[in-house]
């Protein structure tokens, strides 16, 4: 209720401005502002790669690059939190500006370019939460000027894995040039073994986070490897660098698209990932979420747990409340009684 009065004022900020107004106040307004969770149900509960998540619904990396909300953002209703991308150096980013609402398409589209403080900052953060309930996952990535790329998210897992929940290996962003690159599979394998083994003793899981702009034969390749690295799960998808058909003004800036036009495409990647893997691999439906029944076709698709992002754009943060209210209601229509034995089952 309170965010509806006031999105009409902050829709007539500048987006990334107001991206930053939005979580300053995260952190500072008690939660019972910001959102009414409802009491934890046993039925939302979902256990993946060894750890118990309390409800399916994350907030997805981009939101909280520098680990400065995670305890609010689960205060709200989220499930667990990601954040970043983090790098190893700190990152200014693209030029501005680079953040863009696109109302009438529901959508965001961004360039970033992973700014963020680095790796240092972001570590005394989660240092200063060790101890603190909730799962917070940390996506890691590379230096855009960085000469070995391998190197940086070796030093990364090796930096983060202390504190992290998971660690989610972001590849496929498109706003690092050659990033995606990563993707080919001789390149993947290697990466992921990299990154295992720089985890050392902190055994965390390890996370594939990829673009849904892949071939077939990508699709294949990739799920193969997940299965043979005994990955934590697969996060499909990224943003994307195809354009639906848009109405906004803005339809044509650079940068990946997000928000309700992605949902065909990131629901249809999820499918195809579910029949590569036969399900031998967790998979996380991210792109397009807004809603409970958003959430809840993400799982019988196929989909462990989902994250959303840019839907809380135009929202605002009580949608992880809404989504987890919906939910139960849907799985009694359904015939189910938890998420988990929902998920896969169409």
């Not at 809380?312 to 209601?329: K, S």
Request: glycine letters at 10%.
């Amino acid at each position: 209720m309170v965010y509806s009065l006031l999105r009409p004022l902050i829709f007539r900020m500048d987006a990334e401005k107001a991206h930053g107004i939005a979580l300053s106040a995260l952190k500072t307004l008690p939660s019972s502002v910001l959102a009414s969770p409802p009491r934890p149900d046993s039925a939302l509960a979902v256990t993946l790669a060894g750890l118990d998540f309390p409800n399916p619904v994350g907030m997805a990396a981009g939101f909280d690059k520098n680990g400065e909300a995670p305890d609010a953002l689960l205060r709200c209703g989220f499930g667990f939190a990601e954040l970043g991308s983090v790098t190893p150096r700190p990152q200014e980013g693209n030029p501005k500006p680079r953040l863009f609402r696109l109302e009438e398409d529901r959508a965001v589209i961004n360039r970033m370019g992973f700014n963020n403080d680095g790796a240092a900052i972001v570590e005394q953060r989660m240092e200063a939460r060790a101890g603190r309930p909730g799962i917070v996952g940390i996506n890691i990535g590379a230096n855009k000027d960085s000469e070995d790329r391998v190197r940086d998210y070796a030093i990364m897992a090796s930096t983060m894995a202390p504190y992290a929940s998971y660690l989610a290996v972001n590849i496929s962003s498109p706003n690092t040039p050659g990033l995606r690159a990563l993707q080919d599979p001789a390149a993947l394998a290697g990466l992921l073994d990299v990154v295992m083994e720089a985890r050392g003793a902190q055994d965390v899981p390890v996370f594939l986070k990829v673009a849904p702009d892949l071939t077939a034969d990508d699709i294949d390749a990739i799920a193969k490897i997940a299965i043979e690295k005994n990955l934590g799960a697969l996060m499909i998808s990224n943003t994307t660098i195809e354009r639906p058909p848009l109405a906004s003004p803005h339809a044509g800036e650079t940068g990946g698209l997000s928000g309700a036009p992605l949902k065909d495409l990131a629901l249809q990647r999820l499918k195809d990932f579910r029949k590569a893997s036969g399900g031998a691999v967790p998979l996380i439906g991210i792109g397009g979420i807004a809603t409970a029944e958003d959430a809840w076709e993400r799982i019988r698709a196929g989909a462990s747990l989902v994250q959303l992002y840019s839907a809380m754009v135009y929202e605002g943060p009580g949608i992880a409340a809404a989504i987890t209210r919906g939910l139960p209601a849907l799985m009694r229509r359904d015939g189910f009684t938890s998420i988990s034995d929902a998920i896969g089952s169409i």
